[in-house]
């Protein structure tokens, strides 16, 4: 069993900033690619930002040049650092990543969302 728990969500100002983490845990061989999604009220979830174990990042147009994702291999843990904050980043925001149980088995696992509200 694998566990994906999120925190750093919370009411922030509009040009603000804050910082996602997201610890995994459990029966874990190695993790592939790991990423931050989110859904606003009435839209579809969308990829914010991914980045593989060797490092390569891909981010969503409207996140580049304020949001950085990076990661800690040793501790399993994805952060999304999010500068400039506008209201529509506003969301609920999950992270995942694409674990390999053994060897040949991988499954994508999602965290449980933290919210993030960008309001004066």
């Known amino acids: 069993q694998v566990q994906l728990v999120e925190s750093g969500g919370g009411l922030v100002q509009p040009g603000g900033s804050l910082r996602l983490s997201c610890a995994a845990s459990?029966?874990?061989?190695?993790?592939?690619?790991m990423g931050w999604y989110r859904q606003a009220p009435g839209k579809q979830r969308e990829l914010v930002a991914a980045?593989?174990?060797?490092?390569?990042?891909n981010y969503a147009d409207s996140v580049k040049g304020r949001f950085t994702i990076s990661r800690d291999n040793a501790k399993n843990t994805v952060y999304l650092q999010m500068n400039s904050l506008k209201p529509e980043d506003t969301a609920v925001y999950y992270c995942?990543?694409?674990?390999?149980?053994?060897?040949?088995?991988?499954?994508?696992?999602w965290g449980q969302g933290t919210q993030v509200t960008v309001s004066s």
């Open positions: 995942n990543a694409d674990v390999f149980l053994t060897i040949g088995t991988m499954w994508t696992y």
């Open positions: 459990g029966s874990i061989f190695s993790i592939n690619a």
């Open positions: 980045i593989t174990s060797g490092g390569s990042t």
